[in-house]
């Protein structure tokens, strides 16, 4: 099964909205609850920074929402700031045999 | 606090084995579903095996089957791969990580990761 779909790269300035698509099928974004959001600095392990679409783990800022509409996932990072570039991979659980699949990745780029 | 330490990782020829642990602490064991998700020199992260809280329902993707086994001993709150027939493409840093629901629950959100080890599969 393929990766769902993320872009390759966002970019956008201190203080400006972005948001993340991660595109999938009704086999899995679509037809469950289970997307998670993963933020990862270079070397680093990740962090997961939403859960089941829209909940945020406790510490994560509020400056990172999450919200599903048909088969594609969003992650929306408010007031944006230097510390917020990083990758940022989607997950969703999949019907498939696979039983979890990961986004391809975007990098965020905070000009 | 609550802490995820792997091993086991190395330098491997093709067709070989290698068996990866994770020692977990600061939280029960027992209760949480484990996940080994691996991330080849840059690549993205790849899903690669998840198992129960007992033990009873194990997963693992397409690109290992047959080949990786996830185990656990929660007496030791310890999770294992054993990779078997390595190739050159299972070259990843292997992490692993913690369901964030407890009480045997699926979230497949991963809330706690290790730090990752490194398997290098080469000739």
């Known amino acids: 099964q393929s990766a769902l779909t993320q872009p390759a790269s966002v970019s956008g300035s201190p203080g400006q909205s972005i948001t993340i698509s991660c595109t999938g099928t009704?086999?899995?974004?679509?037809?469950?609850?289970?997307v998670s959001w993963y933020q990862q600095y270079p070397g680093k392990a990740p962090k997961l920074m939403i859960y089941?679409?829209?909940n945020r783990p406790s510490g994560v800022s509020n400056r990172f929402s999450g919200s599903k509409s048909g088969n594609t996932a969003s992650l929306t990072i408010s007031g944006l700031q230097a510390e917020d570039e990083a990758d940022y991979y989607c997950?969703?659980?999949?019907?498939?045999?696979?039983?979890?699949?990961f986004g391809g990745g975007t990098k965020l780029t905070v000009l | 606090q609550v802490q995820l330490v792997e091993s086991g990782g190395g330098v491997v020829q093709p067709g070989r084995s290698l068996r990866l642990s994770c020692a977990a602490s600061?939280?029960?064991?027992?209760?949480?579903?484990m996940y080994w998700v691996r991330q080849a020199p840059g690549k993205g992260l790849e899903w690669v095996a998840v198992?129960?809280?007992?033990?009873?329902?194990?997963y693992s993707a397409d690109s290992v089957k047959g080949r990786f086994t996830i185990s656990r001993d929660n007496s030791k709150n310890t999770v294992y791969l054993q990779m078997n027939s390595l190739r050159v493409e299972d070259t990843a840093v292997y992490y692993c990580?913690?369901?964030?629901?407890?009480?045997?629950?699926?979230?497949?959100?991963?809330?706690?990761w290790g730090q990752g080890t490194t398997v290098t599969v080469s000739s």
């Open positions: 990580a913690r369901d964030r629901s407890g009480g045997g629950y699926w979230s497949y959100g991963m809330d706690v």
């Open positions: 089941e679409v829209s």
């Open positions: 198992i129960s809280y007992d033990g009873s329902n194990k």
């Open positions: 009704s086999s899995d974004v679509g037809g469950y609850k289970y």
């Open positions: 997950s969703s659980y999949t019907s498939s045999s696979t039983l979890v699949i």
């Open positions: 600061g939280f029960t064991f027992s209760s949480n579903v």
